[in-house]
């Protein structure tokens, strides 16, 4: 078990083959929602490692082990969100932001409102191995909702949101550090 919404099956793929100086263990890595071990949609592709002996261990990750996570995360409902109007107005978004931009918002509340933001994934986000790095491809919609006086709530709009980003590791100074990029 990973958490409350992932497991995973890192059992052996083939019998341990032992060489002079190494031992080459191949682990399937396929991750399930938790209680609900179901087939992937993916089909794993196989892959080598660069036969480099400079280091004592090697961990390779597939695109496939990638993309079993994300299904299962996603099936779980772990890509959606909801961003309470507590913290809408720490950062001071409420319904006047949001008429200044969108004149329909405004006509529906005269006195700024709090919002509450709905995040949520319509797609199973894409996974992509490259050469330095990894992009993730994420489809989604957001709902803004208005917090009325009487503590109901009110679809001010929905748009849909398309999101593409890549993300390098390296490491540096015996840390593992990250950068993340927003391509569109």
């Known amino acids: 078990?990973?958490?409350?919404?992932?497991?995973?099956?890192?059992?052996?793929?083939?019998?341990?083959?032992v060489f002079q100086p190494f031992i080459e263990l191949d682990l399937k890595g396929v991750v399930f929602p938790a209680g609900n071990y179901t087939d992937s949609p993916y089909v794993p592709a196989s892959f080598t490692i660069p036969d480099q002996s400079d280091s004592m261990l090697?961990?390779?990750?597939?695109?496939?082990?990638?993309?079993?996570s994300s299904f299962a995360y996603y099936t779980a409902g772990a890509f959606n969100t909801t961003i309470a109007e507590?913290?809408?107005?720490?950062?001071?978004?409420?319904?006047?932001?949001f008429g200044s931009i969108i004149p329909e918002v405004a006509?529906?509340?005269?006195?700024?409102?709090?919002?509450?933001?709905k995040l949520m994934a319509t797609e199973i986000p894409i996974i992509s191995l490259e050469q330095d790095s990894f992009t993730v491809e994420i489809r989604g919609s957001m709902e803004v909702l208005a917090v009325l006086p009487d503590s109901t709530t009110?679809?001010?709009?929905?748009?849909n949101i398309a999101a593409n980003a890549s993300i390098s590791l390296n490491i540096f100074d015996q840390k593992l550090m990250g950068s993340l990029c927003l391509n569109r």
């Open 154 to 159: 009110q679809s001010l709009f929905t748009m």
């Open 1 to 17: 078990q990973i958490d409350d919404l992932a497991e995973v099956d890192y059992s052996l793929s083939s019998l341990p083959e």
């Open 86 to 97: 507590e913290t809408c107005s720490y950062f001071n978004i409420n319904t006047e932001i």
């Open 107 to 117: 006509k529906y509340s005269v006195t700024p409102n709090p919002v509450m933001l």
């Open 58 to 68: 090697y961990l390779a990750f597939s695109e496939y082990f990638f993309q079993t």
